[in-house]
């Protein structure tokens, strides 16, 4: 298995800019996330995914997109990329298949860092 | 609402000394408690967790944390650190609906 993959690694993007940070996962992982890292600020969670078809916002939503149309895929999307989204993105996914929450473990992918000029 | 303070954005040990990570939550319902690592241009891999079972949970590399509920936290340790270890480790609870509240990371360095 590869587990949860990212493309790209790196990318830089001009200010206004789009662009698509995609995330693809073999597990076949019910529930999806997207989480951003800066610096000293830990993890926040963009958007979460709890089946195909089914997308909810998460801490942080505001400039992003989501779509869940495949239970494998996760793409996240940038419309007007701004230096605020400057950041580490990482993927995850859960195998939680049921509403109760039991502490069900996320793995993630190896990240992609965008930079916006 | 559930939050992590993780004390200490940075520690510094010897190779063979005592590793101590802390961590304390809030939360308003029994939690679940977990320990990331992120090696260095990595994604975050998961290192042990508490989900209400034994209150000393062990987990990879030899690291293990206590779940104190009377303290409301869930230090990491490991008795002898190894140059691999240095990293950055970030406490974690997941809230009412399995979504994880990380801490901000504790970047550990570890000297010859």
């Known amino acids: 298995n590869a587990g949860v993959t990212q493309t790209p690694k790196f990318r830089i993007l001009k200010i206004g800019q789009s662009m698509t940070l995609q995330c693809t996962q073999d597990?076949?992982?019910?529930?999806m996330y997207w989480y951003r890292q800066d610096p000293g600020m830990g993890l926040k969670l963009i958007y979460y995914?709890?089946?195909?078809?089914?997308?909810d916002k998460g801490e942080v939503p505001n400039g992003y997109n989501v779509s869940r149309s495949t239970t494998e895929d996760f793409p996240l999307r940038l419309e007007l990329a701004a230096p605020s989204q400057t950041s580490v993105y990482f993927c995850?996914?859960?195998?939680?298949?049921?509403?109760?929450?039991?502490?069900?473990?996320?793995?993630f992918g190896p990240g992609t860092r965008l930079t916006v000029l | 609402a559930q939050s992590v303070t993780q004390l200490g954005s940075h520690v510094s040990v010897s190779e063979g000394a005592l590793v101590l990570l802390r961590c304390n939550y809030s939360?308003?319902?029994?939690?679940?408690l977990f320990w990331y690592v992120q090696y260095p241009n990595q994604g975050l891999q998961l290192l042990l967790k508490?989900?209400?079972?034994?209150?000393l949970v062990k987990g990879i590399n030899g690291f293990e944390a206590e779940f104190k509920k009377s303290e409301t936290s869930f230090h990491l340790t490991k008795p002898s650190a190894h140059m691999s270890d240095a990293a950055e480790y970030f406490c974690?609870?997941?809230?009412?609906?399995?979504?994880?509240?990380f801490g901000t990371g504790t970047r550990l360095q570890v000297f010859p």
């Open positions: 939360s308003s319902v029994p939690p679940y």
């Open positions: 974690a609870v997941s809230d009412s609906t399995d979504k994880l509240i």
């Open positions: 995914s709890v089946g195909a078809g089914i997308t």
């Open positions: 995850a996914s859960s195998p939680r298949t049921s509403g109760v929450p039991l502490g069900d473990t996320q793995y």
């Open positions: 508490y989900t209400s079972a034994a209150t």
């Open positions: 597990m076949n992982h019910n529930y």
